[in-house]
């Protein structure tokens, strides 16, 4: 089964700082990798390099074999078309650190604009999934609230349901708890969870040692911008074989 995500020798540079130098990994079909890494290290940069909100300097990203914001033209690469690059992103979840939910509309209305919109799905059809999305993370009895009627964990979960609208190939979760009161955490930590227990590919920049121990297939420890080592949560954060590692693991901890 081919790679749902491949990082290949990934740089990016804004301006004349090089934010990442070089990144490679493999993430398969139902993984989950935790991203984790001081701040500044470039995990969020590379997050949004996935699905083409950052352009790479060189190198290349390829989700299900394919790169999102590009087309190979003979020996060269060329910009995809904005209706492919919108085609292509669309099977990329992301959900980010502030919850991004349009303030005009109600929770089931933010789920089913995606559906609607982009995959011109039927609105009953579209109401109907998202009903079911609003249940899955917890929220069948906020369907009508606006998001300033809810907490930042229900905005959150709000977020992650809209993001599945579009039934994603892999979710992105840029620190999707740093914005969070730490007593709401746990609840967004908890869907998350049932998420990788489903079988949801995804990407993890997260804060939260104890969701990467319990949960990741592999973790990546980035510093620099580059990956200082990756392996299992165990051998990461246990084992760690770089003093870099264990001296963040050590403040961390």
Do not use: W
């Amino acid at each position: 089964m081919a790679a749902t995500v491949e990082f290949l020798n990934v740089h990016k540079s804004f301006g004349h700082v090089e934010v990442l130098k070089g990144v490679d990994f493999v993430v398969e079909p139902s993984q989950v990798v935790c991203v984790i890494g001081p701040s500044g290290s470039g995990k969020s940069t590379l997050l949004r390099c996935v699905n083409h909100l950052e352009v790479t300097t060189s190198g290349a990203i390829l989700v299900n074999g394919a790169m999102v914001g590009y087309d190979v033209r003979g020996d060269r690469l060329v910009e995809a078309p904005e209706a492919e690059i919108d085609r292509r992103r669309a099977k990329i979840g992301m959900v980010f650190q502030s919850f991004n939910l349009f303030g005009h509309m109600t929770a089931l209305e933010n789920v089913m604009v995606g559906p609607v919109k982009l995959l011109k799905t039927p609105k009953a059809e579209a109401e109907k999934q998202a009903r079911e999305l609003l249940a899955r993370v917890g929220l069948a009895d906020r369907a009508d609230n606006y998001p300033s009627q809810l907490s930042g964990g229900q905005q959150q979960r709000v977020a992650i349901a809209r993001a599945l609208s579009m039934k994603p190939d892999v979710m992105l979760f840029d620190e999707p708890t740093s914005a969070l009161d730490p007593e709401l955490v746990g609840e967004v930590l908890d869907v998350m969870k049932q998420l990788a227990a489903d079988g949801m590919t995804m990407i993890v920049v997260t804060h939260e040692m104890g969701f990467a121990r319990e949960v990741a297939d592999v973790v990546v420890f980035m510093d620099g911008g580059v990956i200082v080592e990756q392996g299992s949560p165990d051998d990461v954060l246990l084992r760690p074989q770089h003093e870099r590692t264990r001296s963040f693991l050590a403040k961390v901890f």
